[in-house]
C-alpha cells in the first residue's frame, strides 16, 4: 500500500514549456487535491476533485489544469510555465464519507527558469 | 483575516519542556479539526484529529474551543526529534471537503 505518490520528485523547465505532475493514490478514497506551498503562505489549493469525473477550481488556479483520469489518478498539467510557478506540488487525498484526514503525496519541487 | 492563523514562531524549547501552539479560524461552520507535522522539505503528515472531546495521544494533547475558535496542540517532554512544522487545518463541507491550512508554526527542540 504505497498511499499518495507523485512524479516527478524534481523538475526544471524552461518559461513557456509545459509539463504534467502525476499524481495517484491506492486507497480507493474519493477526493484529490493539488496544493502549491510557498515559503511563508501555507498550502494553496489550486485544483480539487470531489469524485470521480468532477474537478473544480481552488484559490490559485490561474495557469493550471487538471484531469481526474480515474478514482486513483489526477494529474495537474501546466501548459506555458511561469518563474511565479516555481513552488512544490503536493497532491493529496480524503477517503470522504465522514473521514477527512488529508494524505498527501512526497511532492514535486518545480523550478522554472 | 486569514481562514486559519497560526503563530509562525520559531519556538525554540530545551528538551523536556512543555509547548503549546494555538490556531484560530474564521468559518464557525468548520466541522473537523486536525494538525499536521511537516518535516523540512517533505510532506506534511497527519499527527492528530482534534475531537471536541479533547484527545491525548503519548505526549501529545489536541483541544478544540469552538466557542472561541481555536484548537491548541500541546507537547509535553519535547523531544529532539520533535523538531518541525507544525500545521493546522480546518475543514468544511461546502459542496466538497474544503481542508484550509494554517501557515504553521515552527518548533526547534535545542539539547
Known amino acids: 500500500n504505497a498511499g499518495v505518490t507523485q512524479t516527478p520528485k524534481f523538475q526544471v523547465l524552461k518559461t513557456g514549456q509545459s509539463m504534467t505532475l502525476q499524481c495517484a493514490q491506492d486507497?480507493?478514497?474519493?477526493?484529490m487535491y493539488w496544493y502549491r506551498q510557498d515559503p511563508g503562505m501555507g498550502l494553496r489549493l489550486i485544483y480539487y476533485s470531489a469524485s470521480e469525473g468532477t474537478t473544480d477550481k481552488g484559490e490559485v488556479p490561474n495557469g493550471y489544469n487538471v484531469s481526474r483520469l480515474n478514482k486513483r489518478e489526477f494529474s495537474l498539467r501546466l501548459e506555458s510555465a511561469a518563474p511565479s510557478q516555481t513552488s512544490v506540488y503536493f497532491c493529496?487525498?480524503?477517503?470522504?464519507?465522514?473521514?477527512?484526514?488529508?494524505?498527501f503525496g512526497p511532492g514535486t519541487r518545480l523550478t522554472v527558469t | 483575516r486569514k481562514e486559519v492563523e497560526q503563530d509562525p514562531g520559531p519556538f525554540n524549547v530545551p528538551e523536556g519542556a512543555t509547548v503549546a501552539f494555538n490556531c484560530t479560524y474564521s468559518?464557525?461552520?468548520?466541522?473537523?479539526f486536525f494538525w499536521y507535522r511537516q518535516d523540512c522539505r517533505k510532506e506534511p503528515k497527519l499527527l492528530m484529529s482534534?475531537?471536541?472531546s479533547g484527545n491525548e495521544d503519548g505526549r501529545f494533547t489536541a483541544q478544540l474551543n469552538r466557542a472561541s475558535q481555536y484548537i491548541s496542540l500541546l507537547i509535553r517532554d519535547s523531544k529532539l526529534s520533535d523538531s518541525a512544522t507544525y500545521l493546522c487545518a480546518v475543514s468544511y463541507s461546502g459542496g466538497y471537503q474544503k481542508v484550509t491550512f494554517g501557515t504553521g508554526t515552527k518548533l526547534q527542540v535545542i539539547p
Open positions: 482534534v475531537y471536541s
Open positions: 493529496a487525498s480524503i477517503a470522504g464519507q465522514g473521514y477527512y484526514e488529508q494524505y
Open positions: 468559518n464557525s461552520a468548520s466541522q473537523s
Open positions: 486507497m480507493n478514497h474519493n477526493s
